[in-house]
């Protein structure tokens, strides 16, 4: 699977973050998102046991979120 990174199930990932030290913020995103939408991280990092209504439901909202944070960023505007 090349260089691939490895998420905390240890199972490897093809999503290396550019920018390393964005990783705790991106995690608190995912926790946020999922705690809006009801869906439990697992703690191991496996989805295997997720709906792929879940698991897109959970990206898409995350996504969302980073488009919405990047305009913000864009036109100037602060988070507050």
């Known amino acids: 699977m090349g260089q691939a990174g490895q998420n905390q ?9 550019i920018v390393p030290q ?3 913020a991106l995690q608190q995103l995912k926790y946020e998102a999922a705690q ?5 991280i697992p703690q191991d990092g496996y989805y295997g046991n ?5 698991t ?3 990206g898409g909202y995350i996504t969302k ?9 864009l036109s100037g505007r602060s988070n507050s």
Do not use: M
């Not at 809006?36 to 439990?40: F, K, N, Q, S």
């Not at 979120?65 to 960023?73: I, Y």
């Open 9 to 17: 199930g240890g199972r490897s990932s093809r999503n290396n973050l």
């Open 22 to 24: 964005a990783n705790a």
């Open 36 to 40: 809006e939408l009801g869906v439990t």
């Open 50 to 54: 997720y709906t792929s209504r879940e």
């Open 56 to 58: 897109g439901s959970l």
């Open 65 to 73: 979120r980073l488009v919405q944070l990047a305009e913000q960023q």
